[in-house]
């Protein structure tokens, strides 16, 4: 069983800068898939974005030139580095690991995930 952690969310001002991490209790081979995705209340679970095979070329367009998504695999570890938040930014963020082969952004696609950092931008 693996377990994904995330931490590093609070409440910051728009236009402010938050940094989530999210580590794997263990290494997985496909430890190089991991995504973040995040949930506002009453709205569906979308991607954010995502790592493959090391590389991480996969952001929505709503954060893309904001947001950073980056690997750490000594440290079992993804981040997500979000800058020029926004308050449509709030929401409560995940991480997602172990890829099954499908879109980036497909819940589906995504073996374990974590529990959860909130986010909130007022």
């Known amino acids: 069983h693996v377990q994904l952690v995330e931490s590093g969310g609070g409440s910051v001002q728009a236009g402010g800068s938050l940094r989530l991490s999210c580590a794997a209790s263990r290494y997985m081979y496909d430890n190089g898939c991991m995504g973040w995705f995040r949930q506002a209340p009453e709205k569906e679970r979308e991607g954010v974005a995502a790592c493959v095979w090391g590389t991480c070329p996969y952001s929505s367009e709503s954060v893309r030139g904001r947001f950073t998504i980056s690997l750490d695999n000594a440290n079992n570890s993804v981040y997500l580095l979000m800058n020029s938040l926004k308050p449509e930014d709030t929401g409560t963020y995940y991480c997602?690991?172990?890829?099954?082969?499908?879109?980036?952004?497909?819940?589906?696609?995504?073996?374990?995930w974590g529990q959860g950092t909130q986010v909130t931008v007022s």
């Open positions: 997602a690991a172990a890829c099954r082969g499908l879109s980036w952004d497909d819940r589906d696609n995504y073996k374990y």
